[in-house]
């Protein structure tokens, strides 16, 4: 080990945890020595992870350090199991995201993209991104993710963008990639199409407009036709987007609907506009929305699109990319789409046309990305036919739909299933194609020669990166297809194309499938989907098997870390949380540890400081407890682990906590298998705070007291080795969660260890439970032991004794006893000197009669097997405390009266907020508790 990385001596260990003093240290030892790449030779199944690449935006979040933390652990978990394990790292291009954050830089110089160009534009993009990816990997090697950073991926990498235009060539020559119009989903800010999972809808107060629409003869003219909706020759709809109205090529009513079953085949006549339109029955139709006629706009709305599709309607599209009107808009050409509902309103009431306007809460779409109110426009895009089928009885969408009925792929919560499988049941065919400059150009050219003024589509094989020559005509005259592939398109090819697909790679062989894809909850569809439908189709022609081609067995999913109100965390609510702000005060692993064990799988949760601070406070009392510990150790000394062939012949603590130690070694294990990674936590956390350091290493003190003593007639054993055996023990099963301090606190432990064929932590084997350590009477009896003191310590503290202060105690408890329990009494007497050590107490009575232990003024605490006795007459003066009771209660009482009267007030309870009311409740019932505390506190006066 390098100089600098020599750890100090254990006589010296600091008081406190620094975890600044060990990270970077630790990380770079690990790093160096090569712990994060898959061992050679190593046995088993190979465990491999494929990192859901974060965006190029700059910074990780609090979503990636929970990502990181999950991930870590299974990783590190499965490396000690000894298993070959890959965890594959990298970045995703983020299409849209780091497109739009040049364009703001650009546009703070007064410039856009088309001002310097598609080459120079990308150059910029290029050196955003070379900044942005280095920081982003730091990031991840603070929160300590063992990642093998030799085979870090970038998706606009050559590797994987080869597989995309294989993928892209694969999909086409099958007959899966078409273009065509279509209405989708735009957005006018960011200049692309979206797909359906890149809107965000939103519930906003609008309004429902009533227009009139007048009613035409057979002649084409208008009419005082009374059978119109509002008896006056007219047909009256309602519609949320006015604006649209210049683009109407129809009007729609339900067949059944009776109002209008006499207007169906005869014409309307747009207002302001003039075009004559048809009126169509449709079961798309909902009569009990506004008036039950809807005005129908193909080129504006999906619904629309459909009903126009089923009925021959033209489309018409009256608003441009940018979200201002264009010439089909007539009078309005040129005005902003808002700026033009306002006036078309305004022309419609002038005219007679508006019927009424009422008050409407409707869902809008907004880009996920800036927030701008989606438009759905008529555009020609390129599309993956997902439920086309490919072969006979088999598309893209089905397949992926049968491995996870079929149980091949199985995700944690198990409840995500039902929502992937309504999707997968439901999905439309995928938009791929992005009107932007940066990510994956599509690799279609247009010849200009053919007869077809480029219309002619040439998708070359993969190997050929830009053809030369028209296959059809020989022309030389090519253009590429301006536009770039949806970025999920390089994504759902993740797990594949980071091994080498499409070459059967060695790594390909040997780590496909992955195992576990682990990823938030919300992008189940965006991209968990598209992942499994790729990957399924792009391995076919390398693997017959069908549980060979899928890319993952599982699927984690974990939820949303929300502030401490619960609220999502936006840059524009002000509420984000750097989590290496947090990690440079706090710790990775507090950090980690806090975030694995404050929710459960695929649960959101909550997180503040206080929470994170906990955890540090958790990682200090396991380094104060390993410094007394090896501080114990005199220099030189190896410590041999306890065997079982002596077990009978340790004490009753030792068999208990290593009782205890091997339940949590099992419970670990199956916990950590069925992915219950949070509950794993609380039970090491339990054990190793409360158990070990709060027990036995208090025990353990006693018996090295003594034995420092030179108190031979008890016949204190050596607690040493037990204690290092508990404590290496925890390390390891802890180091998953805590890499940092276990890697410190192992490595210091270290040279006491009798045989360690191991240099790291991080590749020590991780603890396998062996039953026959599982002793349930030393449990009993140890436990019968701390039940007393906790019961002492509980009447000390409502007695409010001083701490230091020793006092006199009775433990009545009786071998015979019904229900005392075989040996009660032996326990407790050889526990007696940690009762009277841990619980402070002088003399100790231990009788086995009730009738032994004074009954008129004392404490009693009722426990399973025994029970505890305080005489309180020399703890306290009886007439003093007697009357600071009564004044308590006194007080509790006035306090509890006001609140009854607010309580059963009705005008209170009908007037205030039910948060209040319960708050009241709750205010309540705690006086309550408390008045009764202090009566029993009273009685035990006598």
Not at 226 to 249: C, K, L, M, Y
Not at 858 to 865: F, Q, R
Not at 899 to 915: C, T, Y
Request: charged share 30%; glycine share 6%.
């Amino acid at each position: 080990m390098a100089k600098e990385d020599k750890l100090e001596s254990a006589g010296a260990m600091p008081k406190a945890y620094d975890p600044c003093a060990v990270e970077e240290r630790l990380y770079r030892m690990w790093e160096e020595r090569g712990y994060f790449a898959p061992r050679d030779g190593a046995d088993g199944e190979p465990f491999t992870i494929i990192m859901p690449p974060p965006n190029l935006t700059g910074e990780l979040h609090l979503g990636h350090a929970l990502m990181d933390t999950v991930e870590d652990i299974l990783i590190r978990w499965h490396r000690m199991r000894g298993e070959p394990t890959l965890w594959l790292p990298g970045i995703d291009h983020a299409a849209i995201a780091v497109h739009t954050m040049v364009e703001r830089e650009l546009a703070q110089e007064g410039l856009t993209r088309h001002d310097i160009g598609r080459e120079r534009f990308l150059e910029r993009v290029w050196a955003f991104v070379n900044a942005s990816r280095a920081r982003i990997f730091d990031q991840h090697k603070r929160l300590g993710a063992s990642a093998d950073w030799s085979r870090e991926r970038f998706t606009m990498d050559p590797g994987p963008a080869r597989a995309v235009r294989t993928a892209f060539y694969e999909l086409y020559r099958h007959g899966l990639i078409y273009r065509g119009e279509r209405l989708i989903n735009w957005c006018p800010r960011c200049s692309t199409a979206l797909s359906d999972l890149e809107v965000n809808h939103e519930e906003q107060q609008g309004h429902l407009w009533h227009v009139r629409y007048p009613l035409l003869d057979h002649q084409g003219r208008t009419t005082d036709d009374p059978s119109g909706a509002s008896g006056q020759g007219f047909i009256t709809i309602a519609t949320t987007r006015p604006e649209t109205i210049v683009a109407d090529t129809g009007v729609a009513v339900h067949p059944e609907d009776e109002r209008y079953r006499s207007l169906v085949g005869r014409r309307a006549r747009l207002p302001i506009i003039g075009r004559e339109l048809p009126i169509v029955a449709d079961e798309a139709i909902d009569p009990e929305f506004g008036t039950g006629a809807l005005k129908v706009t193909p080129g504006h709305d999906q619904v629309d699109f459909e009903i126009g599709q089923r009925h021959g309607l033209p489309i018409v599209n009256a608003i441009a990319p940018d979200g201002t009107m264009n010439a089909e808009a007539g009078p309005y050409q040129g005005m902003d789409r808002f700026a033009c509902r306002e006036a078309i309103v305004r022309d419609l009431e002038e005219q007679g046309f508006l019927a009424k306007t009422e008050p409407y809460q409707h869902s809008i779409g907004h880009c996920e990305r800036c927030a701008t109110i989606v438009e759905p426009l008529i555009s020609e895009q390129w599309f993956v036919a997902v439920n086309k089928e490919y072969l006979p009885g088999r598309s893209i969408a089905g397949e992926a739909l049968r491995v996870v009925n079929d149980g091949l792929i199985r995700f944690v919560p198990q409840r995500f299933t039902r929502d992937y499988t309504n999707w997968m049941e439901n999905i439309r065919d995928w938009c791929i194609s992005r009107q932007l400059w940066w990510g994956h150009r599509i690799p279609v050219w247009y010849c200009q020669d053919c007869p077809s003024s480029g219309r002619t589509a040439i998708v070359p094989p993969p190997e050929v990166e830009e053809p030369d020559r028209c296959e059809e005509c020989g022309g030389a005259s090519l253009r590429q297809d301006e536009d770039t592939l949806d970025t999920w398109f390089s994504s759902a090819l993740w797990p594949c194309s980071t091994l080498g697909w499409p070459d059967d790679t060695e790594d390909l062989r040997r780590f496909y499938p992955t195992a576990v894809m682990e990823t938030g909850y919300e992008i189940i569809f965006f991209w968990v989907a598209r992942m499994i439908m790729m990957g399924l189709f792009c391995m076919e022609g390398l693997r017959d098997d069908v549980s060979k081609r899928i890319p993952f067995r599982y699927v984690y999913l974990h939820g949303m870390v929300r502030d401490e109100h619960g609220q999502k965390m936006s840059k524009t609510k002000g509420n984000v949380v750097d989590p290496i702000v947090l990690v440079e005060k706090y710790g990775a692993d507090a950090l980690r540890f806090n975030l694995i064990t404050a929710g459960g799988t695929g649960q959101d949760q909550r997180l503040w400081e206080e929470k994170v601070e906990a955890a540090r406070n958790f990682a200090n009392k396991l380094w104060n407890a390993a410094r007394f510990v090896i501080m114990k150790l005199d220099a030189g000394t190896k410590v041999e682990p306890p065997s079982l062939a002596e077990r009978e012949r340790l004490p009753a603590e030792d068999r208990w906590i290593l009782s205890r130690l091997d339940h949590l070694v099992a419970d670990v294990d199956q916990l950590l298998r069925d992915f219950q990674l949070n509950e794993a936590g609380h039970r090491m956390y339990d054990f190793l705070w409360s158990e070990y350091c709060d027990w036995y290493v208090e025990m353990a003190k006693v018996r090295l007291r003594e034995q420092g003593t030179g108190n031979k007639e008890q016949g204190w054993s050596d607690p040493q080795p037990v204690l290092v055996h508990v404590l290496e023990t925890g390390l390891r099963l802890l180091h998953p969660y805590m890499p940092f301090l276990t890697e410190e606190l192992w490595q210091r432990l270290r040279p006491y260890l009798a045989e360690v064929p191991y240099e790291a932590l991080i590749v020590a084997p991780y603890p396998r439970s062996e039953p026959a350590w599982q002793d349930a009477e030393a449990e009993r009896q140890v436990e019968g032991v701390i039940d007393v003191v906790r019961a002492i310590r509980n009447i000390r503290s409502e007695k409010r004794v001083e701490p230091a202060r020793y006092i006199e105690a009775y433990v009545v408890a009786n071998d015979s006893a019904a229900g005392s329990g075989q040996g009660t009494r032996s326990a407790i007497e050889a526990g007696a000197p940690y009762i009277e050590a841990l619980a402070r107490v002088r003399p100790l009575h231990i009788v086995s009669q009730a009738s032994e232990a004074p009954r008129e003024g004392v404490a009693t605490a009722v426990l399973p097997h025994a029970q505890a006795v305080v005489p309180l007459a020399e703890l306290m003066d009886a007439e003093a405390e007697r009357a600071r009771l009564c004044k308590e209660m006194e007080e509790v009482e006035t306090y509890l009266q006001r609140i009854e009267a607010k309580l059963s007030n009705e005008q209170f309870r009908a007037r205030a907020p039910r948060e209040i009311v319960a708050a009241e409740e709750e205010r309540r019932a705690a006086a309550q508790t408390r008045l009764e505390g202090l009566r029993r506190a009273l009685e035990e006066l006598g």
